[in-house]
């Protein structure tokens, strides 16, 4: 089977209903995507599917027609995606595992709407669970990357 | 040997444990200093001048030997270091560091005296001195209590100032100048003609010069990252999916695997069959656990599959199967036969509810679950007569010696790279998971093991908050309480982990009634009296621990008697409380949330106060009842952490801890069938999400008493604050959690 992660084309040997969480982690070394729930309950594992937001752990790799984004693709601490840069200014992770998870489904939310209201980020962001109860600052760091992206 | 004696006769379960545990040594042994950990495993070039502080060619390493899961403790451990040291934020590396008899955690120890954290009396301070005496001998490296701060506030200062001192003193040695005439500034020594010697440069000399023991610290005024709000250390990796998790650790040739256990934890497997697991694709090996199967195979998910195509038998266990059963053993726990102990008997309580008014009630918690979000996990790695662990825990020392003993290992031949963990709440105290992935080390020898738990393994081994039952009597007297009786019953966590980590548990367990004995009311007639419950199913420590529910018990019933007296339930206590920064942070909560302004009809408020680990707080919960339910619009947090070493973490602290709180007071519950739990995954077991979290506003404050940790504090209010306030808009009072059992929440 054929994969594209990040702009790299990849070749890879596994069952089709290997969900892609685990050839991300397992086969292909990235280990940014989280595993936590394994049944779309939690969205730690939250990817891009061509700019669509899904949850890597119940999609089978065999199912896939479109090029793949993780957080590794996103921004590196180099070269930050606005989305990121607006985590750090609100330092927003504590414990952090589902951060990737939740700036994935935020920037899918921001490519989406750019003008999210409160409404919109309860819906684009209820899929996301942050045990360490970061929600207030995810939210104001998507206010904050939206006004970014639109250049107000 | 006499005052040891004393000391474990009135000492409470893990004083006991250190008591034991450490008295073989003698005090020569306390006043010894504790080997660096550094030297142990020092690369070629590089030096540590305490156990805080590495330097090599590379830069400047500093040692924040606390487990890092989520409450920002390395960025503020590190500020501590950094501080005195004087380098430049953004140039140190933090580390966790390996196991080190340095790293001891004495404010831990010292917390677990039945003494109120506001108690300074000489029994108190004698006994917190004793125990800290052990705790250094056993010792403990151990992050939980919210005792980090406390603990090292003092201890990482000291450690880079000391430094700082001989890097000074190596650049007097190497330039020919007095130490007096030479200053530093972000990592390099600077003398009055302009010459500069890095401390890199400088490192290796400075080896060899004494350090002194109370080198002098800086005054706050002169604080440059003290009392801000730093930049987080581990910000960048946490947004960039780069931090590593033992969850992420990569080697080479690496295998993986999975385990199902007994979901009755701790009773045996009787017989499996894995004929057609070890069929299944990938799968390497399969190991006859202690009480349930791993299976090895060359990636996580055919593990987890093969894992579900193993047939068990399991044995049943020896406590009650169902949570009718173990409510049962609970309750009926309450009698003279299992008291275990009254840390609070003012004035006379029987005389005081003898006669007229008396309101009697009774509360209930249920069992709770961790659910981190990073599920157990740990790589272990069997190779050249050596073990080497990746795991994310909050007692590494403990940790290491138990994969040890399973491995059949001296503690020296193990080396625990302890990670960043993905939430702890107290389940990383418990190092099952170690164990396992050690034994799995043991089975594939010289090949990195990574053993992930799935979610619904997370779920069924967890050791639970354990349910508690409170039956409260009080009475009113000119619009104030002037009886408050208060009986609590629980197993105990600190006899459950103790008796894992192969520890005596000795006398009464105080955290059975933390919380609810130790609250700075000035209640005339006030007792508070604990019972323990057989231990039955495995449990242990869960954030904020016996505060989780004792101030949901009391501080729900406080508000009865007030309401019941027809007294304002704020300015009430108010009047009871006698510890200035107690009232200060209520005041405070009440200007915040404009407390006795009307509300529009079907709007509601609730306050609720606690004391916890010495740390006073007050909320004040919000909450709108519309037609789908009730919708919690805001919570207000006034919190006095005596010093606030960074205010912004704290706010994110007191925001995780509402929202925590939140989770369990909504929905939190796991109940058994045949042993095992019923919940196995968040679509059963609810947390709070997005569109349920309340505003928080928080409000930090410094009495300048003694320093406070953050990280269990805004727990235990938010249960009664919002209960108080759907009393307050509905009239109905709810006195059991979760309270999605009694009421529909948005």
Avoid at chain 2, 224 to 236: A, E, H, Q
Avoid at chain 2, 556 to 581: K, V, Y
Wanted: proline share 5%; with cysteine; glycine share 8%.
């Amino acid at each position: 089977m054929k994969l594209t992660v990040n702009g790299k084309s990849h070749t890879i040997d596994t069952e089709p209903e290997m969900p892609l969480l685990w050839v991300l982690r397992d086969e292909l070394n990235l280990s940014g995507t989280k595993f936590s729930c394994g049944m779309a309950q939690c969205g730690s594992c939250t990817v891009h599917i061509d700019g669509r937001a899904v949850r890597s752990c119940v999609t089978p790799v065999g199912s896939i027609n479109g090029a793949i984004t993780t957080i590794e693709g996103l921004g590196t601490p180099a070269t930050l995606h606005a989305v990121q840069a607006a985590w750090i200014e609100h330092q927003v992770a504590q414990c952090g595992y589902c951060q990737s998870g939740q700036i994935m489904s935020a920037t899918a939310l921001l490519q989406k709407n750019p003008a999210p209201t409160d409404a919109d980020i309860n819906e684009a962001m209820s899929g996301n669970l942050c045990r360490c109860g970061a929600y207030p600052r995810i939210r104001a760091a998507i206010h904050s990357a939206a006004k970014q992206i639109r250049g107000v | 040997m006499g005052k040891i004696a004393t000391i474990a006769r009135r000492t409470f379960l893990i004083g006991s444990a250190a008591v034991v545990g450490g008295v073989a040594f003698g005090t020569y042994k306390f006043k010894q200093k504790a080997p660096n950990p550094l030297l142990e495993d020092l690369p070629q070039g590089a030096t540590a001048l305490t156990p805080y502080v590495r330097i090599d060619a590379q830069g400047i390493t500093l040692i924040a030997p606390r487990a890092e899961m989520g409450q920002g403790i390395h960025t503020t451990l590190a500020a501590l270091v950094a501080e005195e040291l004087d380098v430049a934020w953004d140039s140190i590396r933090v580390e966790h560091g390996l196991p080190g008899a340095a790293y001891y955690n004495r404010a831990l120890v010292e917390h677990n005296v039945p003494f109120s954290e506001l108690d300074h009396s000489f029994p108190a301070q004698a006994m917190r001195s004793a125990l800290g005496v052990v705790a250094k001998l056993l010792p403990l490296q151990i992050t939980g209590g919210s005792s980090n701060v406390a603990d090292l506030f003092d201890r990482m200062r000291v450690a880079g100032a000391a430094a700082r001192f001989a890097l000074i003193a190596a650049s007097a040695q190497k330039l020919g100048l007095p130490a007096a005439q030479l200053k530093t500034n972000n990592g390099s020594v600077i003398a009055p003609d302009g010459r500069r010697l890095t401390y890199i440069e400088l490192a290796t000399t400075a080896v060899g010069i004494e350090l002194p023991d109370s080198p002098a610290l800086k005054p706050r005024e002169q604080w440059r990252y003290l009392g801000k709000s730093m930049p987080r250390v581990d910000m960048v990796a946490k947004c960039t999916g780069t931090a590593t998790f033992s969850i992420d650790v990569q080697l080479p040739d690496m295998v993986y695997a999975t385990v199902r256990m007994n979901p009755a934890k701790g009773a045996a497997l009787l017989k499996f069959d894995a004929t057609a697991a070890k069929a299944m694709r990938g799968v390497l090996k399969v190991v006859d656990l202690s009480g349930g199967v791993a299976v090895i195979a060359n990636n996580t998910w055919r593990a987890f599959q093969a894992a579900q195509a193993v047939q068990f038998d399991w044995a049943e266990p020896s406590y009650p199967t169902s949570t009718a059963a173990m409510m049962e053993s609970i309750v009926a726990s309450m009698t003279e036969k299992n008291r275990d102990s009254q840390l609070r008997n003012d004035g006379n309580i029987d005389t005081a509810l003898a006669s007229g008014k008396v309101l009697e009630a009774e509360y209930r918690v249920p069992f709770l679950a961790h659910a981190t979000m990073e599920p157990m996990n740990a790589v272990a790695w069997l190779h050249d007569g050596k073990l080497d662990i990746w795991a994310g825990v909050q007692n590494p020392t403990s940790a290491r010696d138990l994969a040890a003993k399973v491995a059949g290992l001296d503690a020296s031949q193990v080396s625990l790279h302890v990670t960043l963990m993905g939430g702890g709440f107290g389940r990383r105290l418990e190092v099952d998971f170690v164990v396992q992935a050690a034994q799995l080390a043991v089975a594939m020898p010289g090949k990195p093991v990574k053993l992930t738990w799935r979610r619904e393994e997370d779920m069924a081994q967890d050791f639970y908050r354990p349910a508690a039952v409170a039956r409260l009597r009080g009475a009113m007297k000119d619009k104030l309480v002037s009886a408050f009786d208060v009986r609590v019953v629980s197993p105990s966590v600190v006899e459950s982990n103790l008796g894992r980590l192969g520890l005596p548990a000795l006398g009464p367990d105080p955290k059975i009634i933390e919380g609810a004995y130790d609250q700075p009311y000035g209640i005339i007639n006030y007792r508070a009296t604990a019972f323990r419950a057989p231990a039955g199913r495995p449990v242990s420590y869960t954030r904020s621990v016996g505060n989780s529910y004792n101030a949901f018990f009391i501080e729900s019933f406080i508000d009865e008697l007030a309401a019941q007296a027809g007294a304002d339930p704020l300015n009430m206590r108010l009047a009871l409380l006698t510890h200035e920064p107690s009232k200060q942070v209520l005041s405070t909560v009440a200007t915040m949330s404009g407390w006795g302004q009307p509300l529009a009809v079907g709007r509601g408020r609730g306050v609720a106060f606690h004391l916890c680990r010495g740390a006073a707080v007050a909320q004040v919960v919000e909450i709108t009842v519309t037609k789908e339910g009730v919708k919690i619009d805001k919570v207000f947090v006034a919190v006095d952490v005596g010093t606030a070493l960074d205010p912004r973490n704290i706010e994110a602290q007191q925001q995780s801890g509402v929202i925590f709180g939140l989770s369990s007071a909504l929905f939190g519950e796991i109940t058994f069938a045949n042993g095992a739990a019923e919940q196995s995954n968040f679509h059963d077991y609810s947390v709070l999400r997005m569109r349920q979290a309340p505003q928080i506003i928080v409000k930090v404050l410094e009495s300048g008493g003694p320093i406070r940790g953050v990280g269990e504090t805004g727990v235990p209010p938010v249960a009664p604050a919002l209960a108080n306030a759907i009393f307050q808009a509905t009239g109905k009072r709810i006195r059991e959690l979760p309270l999605r059992k009694h009421i529909v929440f948005v």
